[in-house]
């Protein structure tokens, strides 16, 4: 290591990190110190960021030279990496408990890297990265100048430019937190599984250097460079300019603004065993994906390259689901800026975190003190009802509520608001669950917030008032998908092999079913129709509903509380026999000394202290 003296002294001063080799002594066998990861802990994926970033001299400058807080993440850091350096040479490990519970805690409410839960080591050290600069410099995308730790050694600063043929040119600067370049591997292995490498086989050692052209490894050595470049020269993308131009051919190229000190390049692979036999997957990610293959499939291509190319609506994927939006970004210095959405945008994602907590604001357990026939007067106390049908109102202000700094002036504060350019067949609608695991009123609350018949003009700014029903729901819970789809008679449960025996059933009762099985939904399909579905539930099915709900969650906390241990019978007879014989005898000896008569125990209080204790 860098930090290590030829005599292993450490001193935990930022003057002793320097940026040489000098300290290493050859021969010498440094031992490095690992990071602790017992049996159900699943630290693996945070113990290799830390690792990796023990080894960047820049980042661990920049990070002891800062006055943290106690019991910050940048100061829990600096003692983890301390005790790192402190320990080389000794055969030992570090305990990360402390920075695993911060780093747990961070992403609570978006349930990822939990205790016991394991994560993707890229993610990983990007959120941690991430989550250095917020706690140094302050709000995400704000500028620190590139004196955080995190900016100091990986700020890739990147900006993309892309070029119609047409002459319109739009240049957006990557977001102020990127420190890495992703690059899909696929390019790489389409060319080398041109070359048939079996023929090596065949062939004695000594003559290998005579045949090169069966190496599929000799076709693409160190050409990873070139492959990220043409990987991103050969994107398509809509015109750029105010007004789509007919050409629609656009070439997209990345100017680098600032040399990072340590270059990352994140390797997507394809086929990293996602949806493979045997195993589960996402049922929307599925449904993207398989749509994606449908329209990849016109040009020939099994992989996702041909995504953002335009098939001008011909495949069967974009003739029905083809979401075409475009963000409009407004900064407060007056600069606008628009950007269409990936060509092939199949459905709009939305976090039921802000219906959920729009609907925490009401406390509805009142409802179980009140009588059915007088629900419909305590409108006010119903959670269902301050969210109800609200879905297109939430959508849409959670995007204008999201302020991003995609400006380079001194404001770098921008809004967000989207504009639509089409009217899709199905209007799919992605719900993003923070928790996997969720109450069965949260799952009522979202459901109460569906409304039967949408327009578009609710959510987009250029939304049309044409009609979109709710006909079908993929459904998720315990591990298990199921779709629910609803005919004009009712609503058919389709859940694998059962589908044939489903029956018909309204939206009342279809909802205490899913209740039941706490089954949620995860994906919405609204169908553009010319008809308007009148809603199935009162006011007062709600409110009903509602209470039955929060009544079988009270009377379930309560029987898994934990009752009070009762204590032996003879415990209970001893006691009372015991006290009394004590204040008898006080008893008498106060009457012996005042001459006064002796008023009799009351043995209830040394009753009720054994029952207390036994309680």
């Not at 602790?36 to 980042?59: M, R, T, Y």
């Not at 959670?398 to 380079?408: H, N, P, T, V, Y």
């Amino acid at each position: 290591m860098d930090y290590i003296s030829k005599n292993r002294d450490f001193e935990l001063y930022p003057g002793n990190f320097q940026d040489s080799r000098e300290f290493w002594v050859e021969g010498v066998d440094y031992n490095f110190v690992g990071f602790a990861n017992k049996i159900g802990e699943n630290n693996c994926f945070l113990n290799s960021c830390l690792q990796a970033l023990a080894q960047v001299p820049h980042f661990q400058n920049a990070l002891f030279s800062l006055r943290a807080a106690p019991g910050s993440l940048t100061k829990t850091l600096q003692e983890v990496f301390g005790e790192y350096f402190a320990k080389q040479g000794f055969d030992s490990s570090i305990d990360i408990s402390e920075l695993r519970l911060k780093f747990a805690e961070a992403f609570r409410e978006a349930g990822e890297f939990q205790i016991g839960s394991t994560g993707d080591s890229m993610e990983a050290l990007v959120s941690l990265l991430t989550l250095l600069h917020n706690e140094v410099t302050g709000p995400f995308n704000h500028s620190c100048m590139g004196q955080c730790p995190s900016h100091s050694a990986f700020f890739l600063r990147v900006l993309e430019e892309t070029n119609c043929q047409c002459g319109s040119l739009r240049q957006i600067p990557w977001d102020y937190c990127s420190f890495l370049q992703t690059y899909n591997v696929n390019s790489i292995l389409e060319q080398a599984g041109g070359y048939n490498p079996e023929n090596l086989l065949n062939i004695q050692d000594g003559e290998l250097h005579n045949h090169l052209e069966y190496s599929s490894l000799l076709s693409v050595e160190g050409q990873l460079p070139e492959f990220v470049k043409a990987d991103y020269n050969s994107l398509m993308h809509y015109c750029p300019g105010e007004d789509y131009c007919r050409i629609s051919l656009t070439r997209k190229g990345l100017t680098l603004a600032v040399e990072p000190g340590v270059y990352l390049i994140q390797l997507v692979w394809n086929k990293a065993g996602e949806f493979q036999i045997g195993s589960t997957g996402d049922s929307m990610e599925a449904l993207v994906s398989l749509l994606t293959l449908l329209h990849n499939e016109r040009f020939n291509s099994h992989t996702i390259d041909n995504s953002n190319t335009s098939c001008r609506n011909t495949c069967p994927s974009h003739k029905f689901f083809h979401l075409n939006i475009l963000e409009e970004l407004n900064c407060e210095c007056g600069l606008k800026k628009k950007i269409p959405w990936n060509y092939s945008s199949f459905a709009h994602p939305f976090y039921v975190s802000s219906i959920l907590e729009k609907a925490q604001e009401v406390d509805s357990k009142d409802l179980t003190r009140i009588r059915e026939e007088d629900l419909e007067y305590y409108l006010e106390h119903s959670s269902l009802l301050s969210v109800e049908g609200q879905l297109p109102e939430f959508m849409k202000n959670q995007w204008e509520d999201l302020k991003e700094g995609l400006c380079s002036c001194l404001f770098g504060r921008t809004s967000k608001k989207m504009m639509l350019q089409n009217e899709p067949g199905v209007y799919l609608i992605q719900l993003v669950w923070n928790n996997s695991m969720p109450s069965a009123l949260e799952i009522l609350q979202v459901l109460a917030s569906l409304p039967y018949t949408l327009s578009l003009d609710r959510i987009y700014l250029n939304g049309t008032q044409s009609k979109y029903n709710l006909r079908g729901m993929i459904l998720y819970g315990c591990g298990h998908y199921i779709y629910c789809h609803r005919l004009n008679e009712g609503w058919l449960k389709l859940d694998d092999e059962l589908a044939p025996r489903t029956k018909r059933t309204n939206w009342n009762i279809l909802i205490k079913e899913l209740l039941r099985c706490r089954l949620y939904p995860v994906g919405l399909f609204y169908y553009k129709e010319s008809i308007t579905l009148a809603p199935e539930m009162s006011i007062l099915d709600w409110l009903k509903l509602e209470k039955e709900v929060i009544k079988a969650q009270a009377e379930y906390l309560q029987s898994v509380e934990p009752k009070p241990q009762a204590l032996p019978n003879f415990i209970y007879q001893i006691v009372p026999k015991i006290s009394s014989y004590f204040q008898a005898s006080l008893a008498l000896q106060g009457a012996s000394q005042v001459g006064t008569a002796v008023v009799e125990p009351k043995t209830q209080n040394s009753l009720m202290f054994a029952k207390t204790a036994g309680a």
